[in-house]
């Protein structure tokens, strides 16, 4: 009986250590698994938000890409300027001349 009792303690502690507890040995490895995972998203925001961070110091302190973007993504045009638009087949204008 004496014999018995060290390997069914090891055995219940080794199970208690594996499946039991607040935090088992399964926890702790999906535990790991998420951390990873939530450092790449980590790294991967951070780079985002230096990009955003770079670029909005770019368009506070340079006028020509400033004007490039008013230019290119509004339409916007200098005094003296004529801006042509080019319509591509599905957008040509079918209204009639009230001529």
Request: glycine content about 10%; charged content about 30%; overall charge negative.
């Amino acid at each position: 009986m004496r014999r018995l009792i060290l390997p069914v303690l090891l055995g219940l502690s080794a199970y208690y250590g594996i499946f039991g507890g607040e935090y088992s040995l399964i926890d702790t490895w999906r535990i790991r698994g998420e951390t990873a995972s939530g450092i790449g998203v980590l790294s991967r925001l951070q780079f985002e938000t230096d990009s955003m961070a770079q670029r909005a110091d770019v368009l506070e302190s340079d006028p020509q890409t400033l004007e490039t973007l008013a230019r290119e993504r509004f339409g916007m045009i200098r005094d003296g300027e004529v801006l042509y638009r080019f319509a591509d087949d599905g957008e040509v204008d079918t209204r009639q001349d009230p001529e």
